[in-house]
């Protein structure tokens, strides 16, 4: 094997590596706030105490407060309401 045909497979290899490494981050990731978005339905409301509801609204999902005292979401979709309402 050439020192160039080498190269082109540690290169190769690599990048494979990377993918993998990549690839168990979203997982990780998706696994995580799956874990979060459960838990905040069993979240109660601060102020009332009530348990919150998951709703989607304008295609953004929240959990809010069944008697109106507030909502709650995520970064993603608190930036994509922020997209929708410019």
């Known amino acids: 094997m050439t020192g160039d045909s080498k190269d082109r497979l540690g290169s190769k290899l690599h990048d494979v590596e990377a993918a993998r490494e990549d690839q168990w981050a979203r997982q990780r990731d998706t696994d995580l706030l799956e874990r979060i ?3 905040m339905s069993h979240t109660a409301c ?4 009530q ?11 929240m ?3 069944p008697a109106g005292h507030g909502a709650w979401l995520d970064a993603a ?6 997209k929708e309402h410019k």
């Open 51 to 61: 348990f919150l509801v998951a709703k989607t609204e304008a295609g953004v999902p």
């Open 46 to 49: 601060p102020h009332c105490k």
């Open 37 to 39: 978005r459960e838990r």
């Open 63 to 65: 959990h809010v407060c």
């Open 77 to 82: 979709a608190l930036k994509a309401l922020l």
